[in-house]
């Protein structure tokens, strides 16, 4: 079957749509430096294709001194040479196209590094026209401005003696925050979202976008009172077309602000990551997690889908380059029902309305590492190890922690085979490779009509040729069953039932008298046995 080319010309495109995030330093090395490149992307883009995705969500490959991987932006306007050259982009971006795919860059606009030249300049004194790109509060070095922490560890205020002064960041120290009160600052911002626009990126994903409202005096750091007012501005100024495709990332969005963010006169976004859903199994921070109580994740799931029937546009995901492996997470990564439970939590996030984003190795099934903790490279885990263990926390219950919620479980490089270096490199890779790479790869999949990759491919294909994927009304059944996920979804015409098994246990489950008899667009066990097995899922459907 050959894929649907969506008409992208258009507002609203993306409602069809399903994405892929690829993370670069991870995706395939082409030079043996042990760091994935450009060029690999051009050369997996036919996988790509065959898993039928309409665009791909491009973590950052912009000029930085990778800090936090990219995250710290030092040109906005140059890619980084690690990853390669201006033309290899220009070539990734005309390649893609060829295969139906957008481009949709990273935009970290909330803070960039502290080897911008911005930056540069506003250490040079407190009269330079950059100074004022950042937030400095004067200071003795001492006592910080306030009791702001950044979320990578340690104060949100570093103190720079030569000026007298404190900047403020949220992230890593360097990461300095840019200062959107100045008009100066985010025109320059909107000049280099422009000149991407112009080489042809068909979207963007804006890194905590929710943030860039910030008052540090205050202590506001999400949804900030300008935040909407800066949000309609960038909109008119670096995303005048129709067809472009934004996704902010949104840890604070609720249903409401949601439908603000992804009005549908295109005021703001096209639509928002919000990440009530992964919240649910942690603590007041992230790091001291809990067993996910499955009827928490259908309320909230119930909330967001009817919340933004017909006001919003949400988007689906279980996996970024910051989550731990969902297969890991809310599956169970053994093997005898790891690729089974991987499709199972691939059916429920797929029946949703929203647009689908997969995560590199998702659809693989690929799962969370344990490393020694000297072997882990994120600046998050560094940090939080340096720090609960100074504070008295036994190593192994912060190493606890780390495999279970740690950054670097989904960054791993991507698996394509089971030969060393597993088709990702030819050289020592930047990050180590998941030894279970021997069974669990592209390869593999790809060989294997009943693999987790072709489920993946499937859904794709029902949510092009399905309207009541897009539209359909979603109701919940069964909300307290702490076991089973069911839900269905109708149109006039159209009527989906999505059935979820997440224990490892056959459970009873009656089939609602409607759906008795129907097609079944999809499921992981083939025959047609009654009751539910273990991580069993289905769709079922019929049209009247
Ligand atoms: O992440 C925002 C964020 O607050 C968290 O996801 C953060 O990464 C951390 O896991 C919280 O404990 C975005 C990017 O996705 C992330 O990779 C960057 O490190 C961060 O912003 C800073 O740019
Ligand atoms: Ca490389």
Same mark, same amino acid.
């Given at each position: 079957? /050959? ?55 491009? /973590?950052?490959?912009?000029? +930085? ?8 932006? /030092? ?37 960039? +590094?502290? *080897? ?16 004022? !790109? ?30 007298? *002064? ?8 360097? *990461? ?14 909107? =000049? ?83 990440? *009530? ?8 921070? =992230? ?10 994740? =259908? ?15 949400? +988007? ?136 987790? !990759?072709?489920?993946? %491919? ?12 897009? +539209? ?10 702490? %076991? ?61």
């Amino acid at each position: 079957m /050959s894929n649907i080319i969506l008409d992208k010309s258009k507002h609203g495109w993306w409602k069809s749509a399903v994405f892929y995030q690829i993370y670069p330093k991870s995706f395939q090395d082409t030079n043996a430096d042990g760091i994935g490149d450009l060029r690999g992307i051009i050369s997996r883009l036919d996988y790509l294709q065959e898993l039928g995705i309409d665009g791909i969500w491009l /973590s950052p490959v912009c000029q +930085s001194p990778q800090v936090d991987n990219g995250y710290d932006i /030092s040109d906005y306007c140059a890619i980084d040479p690690m990853f390669g050259s201006l033309s290899d982009m220009e070539e990734l971006i005309v390649e893609a196209e060829k295969r139906g795919i957008t481009i949709i860059m990273d935009l970290v606009l909330n803070h960039c +590094s502290d *080897q911008h030249f911005w930056f540069l300049e506003a250490l040079k004194g407190r009269d330079n026209p950059y100074h004022d !790109f950042f937030i400095w509060r004067d200071g003795d070095g001492v006592t910080p401005p306030n009791e702001m922490k950044a979320t990578f560890g340690g104060s949100a205020w570093t103190y720079v003696p030569e000026l007298g *002064q404190y900047y403020f960041h949220q992230f890593a120290v360097e *990461q300095p925050d840019l200062n959107w009160d100045n008009p100066a600052m985010r025109a320059e911002l909107y =000049k280099s979202i422009r000149f991407w626009v112009e080489k042809g990126v068909g979207g963007f994903r804006l890194d905590v976008i929710d943030q860039i409202g910030k008052v540090a005096d205050q202590m506001i750091t999400a949804n900030g009172p300008r935040l909407h007012e800066f949000l309609q501005e960038l909109s008119r100024e670096a995303f005048p077309e129709e067809g472009l495709v934004t996704v902010g990332e949104a840890w604070g969005a609720t249903v409401d602000s949601a439908k603000i963010y992804s009005a549908e006169d295109g005021s703001e976004l096209s639509m928002v990551f919000q990440f *009530q859903h992964m919240c649910l199994d942690q603590g007041p921070e =992230k790091w001291d997690f809990k067993p996910l109580y499955l009827p928490d994740l =259908k309320a909230c799931y119930k909330n967001w889908q009817q919340g933004l029937h017909t006001e919003g546009w949400n +988007s689906l995901f279980l996996n970024n380059h910051d989550l731990p492996r969902i297969v890991s997470r809310w599956g169970n990564d053994c093997d005898e029902h790891r690729v089974n439970s991987a499709k199972m939590l691939a059916t429920m996030a797929h029946g949703m309305q929203g647009t689908p984003y997969i995560y590199q190795g998702e659809e693989l099934g690929m799962t969370n590492i344990r490393l020694p903790i000297e072997e882990y490279a994120d600046i998050e885990i560094q940090n939080i190890y340096r720090e609960r263990t100074a504070a008295g926390w036994h190593p192994e219950d912060v190493m606890a922690s780390i495999y279970a919620r740690g950054r670097d479980n989904a960054r791993t490089p991507m698996q394509w085979t089971a030969k060393d270096g597993a088709g990702f490199t030819q050289g020592k890779p930047w990050l180590p490779i998941n030894g279970n790479h021997t069974y669990i790869n592209a390869e593999a999949a790809l060989a294997d009509p009943d693999s987790v !990759f072709y489920y993946y %491919k499937k859904l794709i294909e029902l949510r092009k040729s399905h309207e009541v994927f897009r +539209s359909g009304w979603f109701e919940l059944l069964d909300p307290d069953n702490e %076991k089973v996920f069911a839900y269905t979804r109708d149109t006039e015409k159209e009527h989906l039932l999505v059935v979820c098994n997440f224990s490892g246990e056959t459970l009873p489950f009656d089939v609602p008298e409607r759906f008795c008899g129907c097609e079944m667009l999809i499921g992981n066990y083939s025959d047609g046995e009654p009751g539910l097995r273990p991580y069993e899922a289905a769709m079922l459907y019929y049209r009247t």
